[in-house]
C-alpha cells in the first residue's frame, strides 16, 4: 500500500493524548517569551518542575519574570551566570551560548523536568552557535514527560517541523517605532 493509500481514520482516542509537547513561539511580534512565561506559571500552577534557560542575556540584566519565577522554585539560567566554559579556539559568546546548551540537553535529558524553556534558543542556532540536528535530535529523544517550548525570531524548519505547536507572532506594531523605549513592568 502506498502512503497515499493508507485510510485517513483518527487514532483511537486514548492514544491521542500526548506525554508531552513540543512548543515554538517565533516570529517578528512581540509575546514570544512572556507567553514561554506564561507557560511556565501554569506548569508551576499544577507542581511540576520547571527550567528556563535563556540563550541571549539580556541587557536589563535581571527580568522581572525571573525574580518571581525564581521564588516560585523554577530553575532559571540566564547566560553569564553559573556557565563556565573551556575553550581556546572559539569566541566568548559562542563558547558561553555553547555552555548554556550543555546544560539544557542535561535538563531535557534528566527527565526531571516536566517544563523546559529554551527562551531565544534560534539566535544561537542561526548564528551556527550550537547545531541546529543536535537541538532538534535531543528534543526528539527526550523523556516522554518532557514538555519543552522554544522561543526566538527565525525558527529553522528542523525546528518547527518537529514541533507540536508553533505560533507565528506577527507584527503589527510596535510602541517601540514610534520612539517608546522599554518598559519596565511591560517589557522586562
Ligand atoms: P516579550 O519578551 O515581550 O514577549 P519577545 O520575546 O516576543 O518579547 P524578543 O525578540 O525576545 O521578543 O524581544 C526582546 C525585547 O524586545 C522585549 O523587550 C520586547 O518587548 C521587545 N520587542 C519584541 N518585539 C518587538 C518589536 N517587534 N519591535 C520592537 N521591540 C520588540
Ligand atoms: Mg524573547
Excluded at 108 to 119: F, K, N, Q, T
Amino acid at each position: 500500500m502506498k502512503p497515499s493509500e493508507v485510510p485517513l481514520e483518527p487514532p483511537p482516542r486514548a492514544s491521542r493524548k500526548a506525554h508531552s509537547v513540543v512548543i515554538v513561539n517565533t516570529g517578528d511580534g512581540k509575546g514570544k517569551s512572556t507567553a514561554a512565561f506564561g507557560t511556565a506559571l501554569r506548569a508551576v500552577a499544577r507542581g511540576w518542575k520547571v527550567c528556563v534557560i535563556q540563550f541571549v542575556k539580556s541587557e536589563r540584566w535581571k527580568v522581572g519574570e525571573r525574580e518571581i519565577a525564581m521564588r516560585l522554585g523554577v530553575e532559571w539560567w540566564t547566560l553569564g551566570d553559573g556557565f563556565t566554559w573551556d575553550s581556546r579556539d572559539m569566541d566568548r559568546s559562542q563558547a558561553v551560548a555553547r555552555e548554556a546548551w550543555r546544560v539544557a540537553r542535561e535538563k531535557i535529558e534528566s527527565g526531571d523536568y516536566g517544563l523546559v524553556v529554551l527562551d531565544e534558543v534560534t539566535y544561537p542556532m542561526t548564528w551556527g552557535w550550537i547545531p541546529t540536528h543536535e537541538v532538534v535530535s535531543a528534543i526528539r529523544s527526550r523523556p516522554p514527560a518532557v514538555n519543552l517550548i522554544a522561543t526566538g525570531r527565525d525558527a529553522p524548519a528542523e525546528l518547527t517541523e518537529l514541533a507540536d505547536t508553533v505560533t507565528e507572532m506577527r507584527n503589527q506594531k510596535h510602541a517601540f517605532d514610534r520612539g517608546v523605549r522599554a518598559i519596565r513592568g511591560i517589557d522586562f
